[in-house]
């Protein structure tokens, strides 16, 4: 009996890792491209066009981040109330539309009010593939699952950065756009048209899968209704016990310091590569500065994956979280020392790595001790105070660099972050365990009832 049921629990995740990951990663990997477009625009043509300052960039690449977190926690329960398949698909047509607008915007003023609509029309999509993934895969498999995942993410640089500085050399090709604004045309039509495939295509639980057979419905069904149940003793009051539980803010403190070295890199890398012709003396083309864009992201998708699956192996622990954010936050500032453009894409490659080892890792955490609506609001509230990070990351960095003349302060300030969510998640780990081996139902019970 143990060997049948081993052999199910093998198929059903592997029919999940093949059927629904690959889709959802898919989502994920135009989602981040849509909101960091605008960091490939920024240096070919898009600030000097409509009259942009580095404060100016900053505010409109972070302005994102405030609709976002106005609708994140409404958009997250309304997902948990009407089902994921629905409402990811209605946020991802709903943002490919605003990303189609930016092809036309005129000035720094509407600009600004597209970057905040698409935050607006993206609320609780990165939350709801996660909650939805985690109503799909028992604990003891998310680490892995989650690092497929979250793959998309560095993914998106490594494909997208080439990709955008083909469509910007398309200068004039279509309508007689500016290449900016065609590389902006050019990411939102696939928003549009995988928000429309969603719909139809995935499902909101493992019962509705036609794909699965009946044991392994059965099996994935039983597990995590029992993993349900087990959670659901020590979170009583649902969504607003979440929202009032201090390990969760706790969790989305950690969760600013990463989210604010990610989007710094994001945001400003591109133009980092541009400032290598005044820095240098060297000269490159718009798709070579794409490539170059792209080189820290690929070694961090392998160490991404590597790295996650060592945390799989072991059981997700504090040093898979905390060490990555140490790397990360003292290499950042480093990078901007090095005295060539190879040495300082290799720091930045280190920095990179970093960011992409400890995220994954980081979110296999709240779902843990969240389940139901409370899970919905806790992911949500991390990923909102998480993303306050994104608006600060943006406009702090440019502000600063229009302040000191140079990135040199603002990547320290970034490096600091860093460093102070590996001290908060350290001292989490030690207060409450909740970094114990994700196999061991009773280490999550008792991490999740340690507070």
């Not at 972050?417 to 989490?428: D, E, G, K, N, P």
């Amino acid at each position: 009996m143990d060997t049948t049921q081993s052999a199910v629990e093998r198929s059903a995740i592997k029919k999940v890792a093949i059927r629904l990951v690959p889709f959802v990663a898919l989502m994920f990997f135009i989602n981040y491209l849509d909101r960091t477009a605008i960091s490939f625009a920024a240096p070919n043509g898009m600030n000097q066009d409509l009259g942009l300052t580095a404060a100016q960039f900053g505010f409109a690449s972070g302005v994102f981040f405030i609709g976002y977190i106005l609708l994140e926690v409404p958009s997250n329960v309304a997902l948990h109330r009407f089902g994921a398949r629905r409402w990811l698909a209605r946020i991802m047509v709903s943002w490919g539309i605003v990303s189609l607008l930016f092809t036309w915007v005129q000035n720094s003023e509407g600009l600004y009010i597209l970057r905040f609509l698409l935050g607006v029309a993206e609320a609780g999509f990165f939350p709801g593939a996660i909650l939805f993934l985690s109503l799909w895969v028992p604990a003891k498999h998310r680490s892995r699952v989650l690092a497929l995942f979250y793959l998309a993410q560095p993914l998106t640089t490594v494909i997208g950065a080439p990709l955008a500085g083909l469509l910007i050399e398309q200068h004039g090709v279509f309508f007689g756009l500016e290449g900016w604004r065609f590389m902006y045309f050019g990411v939102a039509i696939p928003a549009i048209v995988i928000g429309i495939v969603a719909w139809f295509y995935l499902a909101d639980r493992p019962a509705d899968a036609k794909w699965l057979t009946a044991d392994e419905k059965t099996w994935l069904t039983a597990a995590l209704e029992k993993e349900s149940a087990a959670k659901a003793s020590n979170t009583h009051g649902g969504a607003l016990k979440a929202l009032a539980n201090g390990r969760v803010w706790m969790l989305a403190l950690i969760y600013f310091g990463f989210i604010y070295g990610l989007y710094a890199l994001g945001f400003f890398l591109p133009t980092i590569i541009e400032g290598f012709e005044s820095q240098f003396g060297t000269s490159f083309n718009v798709f070579q500065k794409g490539l170059i864009t792209a080189i820290p992201y690929l070694p961090a998708a392998f160490v991404l994956y590597f790295w996650s699956r060592d945390a799989t192996r072991r059981g997700v622990r504090t040093w898979h979280i905390v060490v990555p954010a140490i790397v990360g936050g003292l290499s950042i500032p480093v990078a901007l020392f090095m005295n060539s453009p190879a040495a300082t894409v290799a720091v930045i490659t280190v920095t990179a790595c970093a960011i992409f080892a400890a995220l994954p890792n980081f979110w296999t955490i709240p779902t843990r001790f969240l389940t139901g609506a409370a899970a919905a609001a806790g992911i949500a509230l991390i990923n909102t105070v998480g993303n306050v990070a994104g608006f600060a990351a943006g406009y702090v960095t440019g502000a600063l660099k229009d302040l000191t003349g140079a990135y040199i302060v603002p990547m320290f300030v970034v490096g600091g972050f860093m460093l102070l969510s590996a001290l908060l998640m350290t001292v989490l780990s030690r207060r409450g365990r909740v970094a114990e081996d994700a196999t061991s139902s009773a280490d999550v019970q008792s991490s999740a009832g340690s507070r």
